[in-house]
């Protein structure tokens, strides 16, 4: 069978899959489509936090990011699972007690105050439409290569699918469809890494393969991976794959603007929403960083094993042997997927000294440059090598059956589509439940509520279709803005609203709106005004930059700003009064917590 | 007279409870800074004598051991807030 065939099957059944759940477990009622009536076991709630929040970023994106810099990317497994700790302790059993639906109506009803609220709506939708447009980049890149269609076809079949779950099911189908979803984005993420940790190191689980000796003896016996990879990347004038290159400072603030991006982001605090009672949430944190883990523990080990599988396919006669022909790039069935991925322009290479070799290497240092005038080279042939196909590419890169390659095309679209339903869930919520019926419209009714839910659910995926076949920038930018505004803006908010009873009305207003401004202007001054190239001030490099921190990073220190400011501002204006103080106390004590309480 | 000592003595409990669970997220969290920022990027230098598979511990935390604590720490944190709630008397019915 052919592989677009196959292709095929697996991603229309595992469709056929999700869509079939959604219609079975459609919402009946407000309290239903919001938080699924909160009938849902800590266990099911982590596998659908864990899919929710695995977006195309982690899937797709995290591993090829690590594979090609080493160490200094580790900023993004701990960044992203880190946050959990800070949900689980800080936040999740308090937003339950809380027991209201929505991220913006504990923020209004803490600080008493609907301009709160309203300020907590806007850094939602904002953070929340970008990082949809984001995942609906990513949808149109994954459906166009697996089903051989542009970019503009996949990206509006993605929204159609999105639009029917996410419209029609609401959080309880969104739930059960998320659990489906988990179970096939983890087989499609660790089948192939087993596999390929299999024929590296003869060990079956990824994580322990990664520090393993390779399987192969070489002439000087076995030798660990990890050190053979770092040889080798060495010897062709990369940077050592195992050593720090980047400063301590913004490794830290990235990480750390991760972490609050995290714990700050609406998707994922709703779902703590949805548990039946305080003691779930705190172990619902647990359970979901447990389904993120099995991932997140295999990508360092399917970034450096696919870095290093390809290496040696570009020289597989050593790095001091002569390096692929470009006769066997294009007959040999192992390079194969090089010419797959060379249709979709983000693979490419040029013999430019037509030797009718391929030489692989870094070009940019003093010491490759000596080698490459002694062997007349000139530059680096593999011309283009876009780091989000490493992880698609993978189980073609070291020759999985044609399954396995379908496998992995379904989980991509799993990791994508169900973070956009997550979100979409989240931009209906606040427009519906905080914007109407919290501040404009009242009385309006709960059919009305559901209706005006969906309608902003299918305006928030046109929106985001539209600017996802014109994208303002990388998929990762995009994230990182999402990530940074959720950073400065809402988890200050939040984590004060429930540990400071001197936090006031004032207070937090001012906080929120110079945390979102501060870090949205950086970002701005260094990435282009609303993402529109040349129009940036500053260089996006950490010596280009002007704190010489990276605009990735600058959430937070946007978090920072937004605790200083909201403490200061409160202490100089009204203490707050006597009922909110009693809601903080209630707030941190888990006795009493009932149902949700709809207004 | 009788139901004012109640609720002093009721509003203490609260207090107790609440500096007892600050207290452990401020233990849990010093755990979670250390092994992040700290084993996986400040100090590395000082853990680079202490080799693991092909490189060091600093670079194994960075990449799966914080994580396999972060997870040990929120289990943690659960389980003995739960034991705290019985303790003071406040868990949910």
Known sequence: MEQFTINLLFVGASFALYIGIAIWARAGSTSEFYAAGRGVHPVTNGMATAADWMSAASFISMAGLIAFTGYDNSTYLMGWTGGYVLLALLLAPYLRKFGKFTVSEFIGDRFYSPTARMVAVICLIVASVTYVIGQMTGVGVAFGRFLEISNTAGLLIGAAVVFAYAVFGGMKGVTYTQVAQYVVLIMAYTIPAVFISLQLTGTPIPALGLFSETASTGAEGSVYLLTKLDQIVTDLGFASYTEAHKDNLNMVLFTLSLMIGTAGLPHVIMRFFTVPKVSDARWSAGWALVFIALLYLTAPAVGAMARLNITELMWPNGTSGEPVSVQTIETAPEYDWMLT??????????????????????????????????????????????????????????????????????????????????????????????????????????????????????????????????????????????????????????????????????????????????????????????????????????????????????????????????????????????????????????????????? | MAEETTNARAAKAGADYWKANVRIILVSLVIWAVVSFGFGILLRPMLSGIAVGGTDLGFWFAQQGSILVFLALIFFYAWRMNKLDREYGVEED
């Open chain 1, 341 to 599: 991925w060379q249709k979709t322009g983000l693979l490419d290479w040029e013999d430019k000294n037509g030797d009718g070799l391929i030489q692989y290497y870094n070009d940019e240092t003093d010491a490759m440059a000596e080698t490459a005038a002694a062997n007349g080279w000139e530059g680096n042939e593999l011309t283009n090598f876009n780091r989000d196909i490493l992880v698609l590419a993978n189980p073609e890169i070291a020759n999985l059956p044609g399954w396995v390659i379908g496998l992995v095309a379904a989980g991509g679209l799993a990791a994508a589509l169900s973070t956009a339903a997550g979100l979409l869930l989240a931009i209906s919520s606040a427009v519906s439940h905080d914007l109407l019926k919290g501040q404009l419209t009242p009385n309006m009714s709960e059919k009305a509520e559901l209706l005006s839910a969906r309608i902003a659910m299918a305006v928030a995926i046109a929106v985001a279709t539209v600017l996802g076949l014109n994208p303002p920038g990388f998929a990762a930018q995009t994230v990182a803005l999402a990530f940074g505004l959720a950073a400065a803006s809402i988890f200050p908010a939040l984590m004060m609203g429930i540990f400071s009873k001197r936090v006031n009305n004032v207070g937090a207003v001012c906080g929120m709106l110079s945390g979102l401004i501060f870090t949205l202007v950086y970002i701005f001054l260094h990435k282009g005004w609303l993402f529109i190239a040349e129009t940036n001030s500053f260089p996006d490099t950490v010596d280009g930059s002007l704190f010489g921190i990276q605009s990735t990073a600058i959430g937070a220190i946007g978090a920072l700003i937004n605790f200083g400011v909201a403490y200061g501002v409160s202490l100089m204006t009204k203490d707050t009064p006597q009922e909110i103080k009693e809601l903080v106390e209630s707030v941190r004590i888990p006795a009493g917590a009932g149902g949700a309480v709809d207004h």
